[in-house]
């Protein structure tokens, strides 16, 4: 759909790039840029570059890149018209009419709506005559009626169609219904409700929309928990059950719960600092999200199997955002609900602020599989001990620990230490080999999907990318570029179609910034265009260059042809030449 070249341009001169993003992560000057950690992965070492005379942001950790609406789509889940519509709002620039008619523009809230409506009902069912079952079995876990109104809480009474026929009476058809996934398909094509005989727990986001629900059954059928399926409106990859709670908490960190009634409990106890996620083990974009609002995590999940598997993969994923970690031992209880239940939120709190790092979990596990008191169980705990602290990368902390396991089993320190010493050296020889490996493995298999014949024609592709470059920064070229290569002139598809658009936007402008080729390329490429911009930021732009550049990709075009002379016709081979020897002179 097209939208209007003044609009963007006043959305461009609006919507700096070092604002936009500022407003959802810390940037650091360096030199003329900023960089920052990437939201879009995991890293500890800032790789995201913004460039503010670009208004173009690359991460060259995972080679996500484009302008502020790139990010903003990313940052936001929005499509691209939605991205435009959430920043003129912002910036307080009305929305041209033309771009109204966009269906993904009314999609949204309206499952927004949908959902509204439908926790709405779910409230009012609770506090009625057909869910007393389901507010008898709330209460008797506990919750006050303080709480069960904060939250939201409701109940999804038995039948089919309840939903479905209470929603249809608000005016709201059974495809939009769908859509929202308030209601779901069986094997014959009917839609029912997807709840039915639940607890049902509304999720709400950051910005007080009901995004999905939550349902618990009352007895011991199966699923237990059944969750929103991923919609417009909701990922469950990408938010937190209460987070709209604990980010407005007084705490300096998040209490990460299993569950929703884990929360619940928690929260009513006077933690407020505590979330859960949707269903799902905790994901890389979740612990993204809770990098931007604390530090410190404190890890209490069920004291299980199941709950020490989840805490080990959330002690790594944390890890990879600098979040540090620390662990809850729940002692007498399986998790905890439970624990506030028999002894308090003041035991709770006592609990809280002695919960363990990260070396003291792991330690007391080891602990705990072997007898302490034979040689056997003595040596099997200072061996994994030993090997764990070996990938314990703080030399002091190695240190401190090491002089810990000699106190506790009457080894000489200087023995702990030399044994970790050999461990780690045993450890770095075998990752080099991995690493090694890995890339090996990775230059085989690469292929490059966006510009396939990038690898098997890299001279030819960098010089294209160097010239796209550098018309990107000095539009005045342009004609001097044309009088010595065209379109035909590139190898690469995906280059040839950039420089196709870059020249078109030039001839009718002086000049362009990224945000021009946002309604043209589709995320994915127009990271790859801003990863070329990045890329060749550096190099000097003088005539020169540009020269080589020209003359490098004309040399790798006449060697294509000579390659292929036999595949051509005559009259191929004769027009291929003339074309050479004219883009030469």
Known sequence: MAIAQSFIDTLKTSCDIETVISGYLPLKRQGRNLVGLCPFHSEKTPSMVVYTDTQSFHCFGCGTGGDVITF????????YIEALKFLAERNGIPFPEEGRNDPSLDLKPLIYEINRTAARYYHEMLKSEAGKKGLDYLTDRGLTSKTIVKYGLGFAPEGWSNLKNYLRKKGFTEEQMLKAAVLTRGKNQNSYDLFRNRIIFPIIDLRKNVIGFGGRVLDDSKPKYLNSPDTPVFKKSRNLFSLNFAKIAASQRLILAEGYMDVISIHQAGFENAVATLGTALTPEQCRLISQYTKEVVIAYDSDGAGRNATDRAMALLKDVGVETKIL????????????????????????EGSDNVIDYRLSLFRKKYDLSTADGLAGYLN???????KVESPIEREVYAGYLAKETGILKETVLSNIHVHRRRNQK?????????????????????NPKRGANLTAALAEEGIIAFLFQHSDYLTYVLSKINKS????????????????????????????????????KLSRFSEIIAVNNEIPKTKQVLDDYIRTLLGQQYKNISQRVGELSDQELYDAIEQIKKEKK
């Open 489 to 524: 002139s590139f190898i690469t598809e995906l280059n040839r179609e950039l420089f196709c658009i870059l020249t078109e936007k030039l001839q009718n402008n002086n000049s362009v910034t990224l945000i021009d080729f946002s309604g043209d390329l589709p995320p994915e």
């Open 72 to 79: 903003v789509m990313k940052m936001e889940n929005l499509g």
């Open 430 to 450: 075998r990752n080099q080999k991995e690493s090694w490996k890995k890339i090996q493995n990775d230059r085989a298999a690469f292929r490059d999907r966006l």
């Open 384 to 390: 994994e001990s030993v090997e764990y602290l070996s």
């Open 329 to 352: 031992s729940i002692p007498d209880a399986k998790d905890p609900d439970e624990y506030i239940k028999k002894f308090g939120a003041k035991r709770f709190s006592l609990l809280i």
